[in-house]
């Protein structure tokens, strides 16, 4: 997939998936979905386009949120929303997007950073995570194939959302104890 065409969103919006979305209830840890790696989805189908705009409803209701992957809201899946706009630490946006059986392709510049999740409200940890990153995956409706190529926060966000679809949270990628903090601010 690494054709030049597939190069970016395209200016994919989430009007594309012509659905309204529906907020739903975020689930917490220690919810078995959390915990379970999702299978592959077929990006076209109805029940993924639904899921999809409600994954952006229900993010953007969310104060603070800047992804919400599809194990969050009760689905395994491999379906995640992610919108780094705005947000003091983003360098590299492209606003909101939804990508289904996304994977890390490249992955460089490791460096150590704090992380919150809204499936995990108590608890932040300090996770090493790859500061450039590439990333191929499929949009929701047309089912058409993308390569992002993004850094810093929006590269965090990716990563931390892709660990979901995986069956993975933020603390399983924490160095030890040491590295895990209570929440100080509840946004």
Not at 131 to 159: I, K, N
Request: net charge negative; proline share 7%; aromatic share 4%.
């Amino acid at each position: 997939m690494s054709d030049p065409e597939y190069v970016g969103l395209g200016g994919w919006t989430p009007a594309e998936l012509a659905v309204p979305g529906e907020v739903r209830p975020v689930v917490t840890a220690p919810d078995g979905v959390l915990s379970r790696p999702g299978p592959e989805v077929d990006p076209t189908s109805d029940e993924v386009v639904r899921l999809a705009a409600d994954l952006v409803a229900t993010m953007r209701v969310s104060p603070g949120c800047v992804g919400l992957a599809a194990p969050q809201v009760g689905v395994s899946a491999q379906v995640f929303a992610v919108d780094v706009t705005g947000h003091p630490k983003a360098l590299t946006v492209h606003g909101v997007f939804v990508l289904c059986n996304a994977r890390v392709v490249e992955a460089s510049r490791w460096k150590a950073g704090r992380e919150g999740c809204m499936s995990v409200p108590d608890l932040t940890g300090d996770v090493k995570r790859a500061g450039r990153l590439v990333v191929e995956g499929a949009l929701p409706g047309s089912g058409r194939p993308v390569r992002l190529v993004t850094d810093g926060f929006e590269a965090r966000a990716l990563q931390h959302e892709i660990d979901h679809c995986a069956g993975l949270l933020f603390l399983d990628r924490v160095a030890g104890a040491h590295a895990v903090y209570q929440r100080k601010v509840y946004l």
